[in-house]
């Protein structure tokens, strides 16, 4: 039998894990610019993390979770979110009872059982943070450029940032009747899972694709428009701050989130090079969560990215940073003595930082081994032949514009170093 991968879930490997290494990197410093703190949490989680928190009413819950029961007959659920898990480890933790607020992030595999497709694997990658302990709208504007700053970073220009408020439990209760009752007065044109999501969680409706509900969703009362004070002015403050930060946004009335927990600010991040499915991530306000778990009540803001959306995005964007990896020298040796001082070298150069490309075939001549530095790419060509040997000399050749010099052969790690440091 021949065994291949469980359905939905890549194996990654070669040029393609060098680019996500790249990203990883650039996205890890971001992070930790903006003060965050990296958190991991485990695979695996009791069920009650998600299904009391996630809400049941949600796709996650419903039918996307890999379950599984342990030999000691626990119910366990391999994550499908951060949010949950993070807040489950918060409390453990009692890391809200610390000074705040407090950020945090995240990079991690998350599953889902769903039908796998481009940008939709069942095994995917999420980035997200969590700022926690801080109601204030500052607070959700700095998640947002946080964001933006991210994908900027990575290399992508071509996103949109969509901005909602989904109100709080003062408000939200009275817009929900107003939109049960007007969607109950359409309910004929509305497809089957809108439905049984008008009885549980009808802001979802917002989210269906079907054309029929969004056409009835077009003309429903908005929650923008039914917001009370308080929240419209955190709302209105989180739109002045980012215009103070520079920050591109547009008002989006249909962004409402999956899960029940969000207030107020809710969030999208869309790429138009993804296609139909064009989210890259999202995310709000949760000031609700915490009180799920419990004891707790603290306010928090967050969001996720899904790692492969955006990969995506950057292919079709071009970005540098898809370019493969290249040498920045290609040591050529002409003959066997010029080989074992280059092959010593190379590992010099190596133990510095310089990917240096050895050949080891040191009787290909020296118009190949050119030739072959040119095809790998390499930034310089450091040539050792009988006669440069003689003179403790090496000739280094800048591959693109084709200039070439001897220098003492002393001296090429310095040389390399100094010049590579200073590549863009
Ligand atoms: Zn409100
Ligand atoms: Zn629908």
């Given at each position: 039998?021949?065994?291949?991968?469980?359905?939905?879930?890549?194996?990654?490997?070669?040029?393609?894990?060098?680019?996500?290494?790249?990203?990883?990197?650039?996205?890890?410093?971001?992070?930790?610019?903006?003060?965050?703190?990296?958190?991991?949490?485990?695979?695996?989680?009791?069920?009650?993390?998600?299904?009391?928190?996630?809400?049941?009413?949600?796709?996650?819950?419903?039918?996307?979770?890999?379950?599984?029961?342990?030999?000691?007959?626990?119910?366990?659920?391999?994550?499908?979110?951060?949010?949950?898990?993070?807040?489950?480890?918060?409390?453990?933790?009692?890391?809200?009872?610390?000074?705040?607020?407090?950020?945090?992030?995240?990079?991690?595999?998350?599953?889902?059982?769903?039908?796998?497709?481009?940008?939709?694997?069942?095994?995917?990658?999420?980035?997200?943070?969590?700022?926690?302990?801080?109601?204030?709208?500052?607070?959700?504007?700095?998640?947002?450029?946080?964001?933006?700053?991210?994908?900027?970073?990575?290399?992508?220009?071509?996103?949109?940032?969509?901005?909602?408020?989904?109100?709080?439990?003062?408000?939200?209760?009275?817009?929900?009747?107003?939109?049960?009752?007007?969607?109950?007065?359409?309910?004929?044109?509305?497809?089957?899972?809108?439905?049984?999501?008008?009885?549980?969680?009808?802001?979802?409706?917002?989210?269906?694709?079907?054309?029929?509900?969004?056409?009835?969703?077009?003309?429903?009362?908005?929650?923008?428009?039914?917001?009370?004070?308080?929240?419209?002015?955190?709302?209105?403050?989180?739109?002045?701050?980012?215009?103070a930060l520079r920050v591109p946004y547009e008002n989006d009335p249909t962004i409402v989130r999956g899960l029940d927990y969000y207030t107020r600010s809710a969030f999208e991040f869309t790429s138009s090079a993804l296609g139909s499915q064009d989210a890259l991530g999202g995310g709000g306000r949760y000031d609700g969560l915490s009180a799920q778990f419990g004891k707790a009540n603290f306010p928090g803001v967050g969001f996720a990215a899904g790692m492969e959306r955006v990969m995506i995005a950057l292919a079709a964007a071009g970005s540098s940073a898809m370019h493969e990896s290249k040498p920045s020298a290609f040591l050529a040796p002409l003959g066997e003595k010029a080989f074992e001082l280059l092959y010593k070298m190379s590992f010099e150069l190596k133990r510095a930082g310089v990917f240096a490309d050895l050949s080891y075939d040191r009787e290909k001549g020296l118009k190949n081994l050119l030739k072959a530095a040119d095809k790998r790419g390499a930034a310089w060509a450091v040539v050792v032949g009988d006669d440069e040997l003689a003179k403790g000399k090496a000739l280094i050749k800048e591959m693109k514009t084709g200039t070439q010099e001897e220098i003492p052969i002393s001296e090429i790690p310095t040389y390399l170093q100094t010049r590579i440091n200073r590549a863009p």
């Open positions: 039998m021949e065994l291949k991968s469980v359905r939905g879930m890549d194996d990654l490997f070669g040029e393609e894990l060098l680019r996500w290494r790249r990203v990883e990197e650039i996205v890890r410093n971001v992070f930790s610019h903006f003060g965050f703190a990296e958190i991991r949490t485990p695979a695996l989680e009791k069920i009650e993390v998600f299904s009391r928190t996630v809400g049941d009413a949600t796709d996650i819950v419903e039918k996307q979770m890999y379950t599984l029961t342990d030999i000691s007959k626990e119910q366990l659920v391999l994550r499908p979110e951060g949010t949950a898990s993070f807040m489950r480890a918060v409390i453990e933790h009692q890391l809200h009872q610390l000074a705040g607020p407090q950020r945090f992030f995240y990079y991690l595999p998350m599953f889902r059982h769903e039908r796998p497709q481009k940008g939709r694997l069942r095994q995917f990658h999420q980035f997200g943070a969590e700022l926690i302990q801080d109601p204030s709208p500052e607070a959700d504007a700095e998640m947002i450029s946080l964001v933006d700053t991210l994908f900027r970073k990575v290399g992508l220009r071509e996103f949109r940032v969509r901005l909602n408020s989904v109100g709080c439990g003062t408000c939200r209760p009275a817009y929900r009747e107003l939109l049960v009752k007007y969607l109950k007065g359409h309910i004929d044109q509305l497809c089957e899972q809108c439905k049984l999501r008008l009885e549980r969680a009808p802001l979802r409706v917002f989210d269906c694709k079907n054309e029929s509900c969004k056409n009835i969703t077009a003309a429903a009362p908005l929650i923008a428009d039914n917001l009370c004070a308080a929240c419209s002015g955190h709302h209105r403050r989180v739109q002045g701050s980012l215009h």
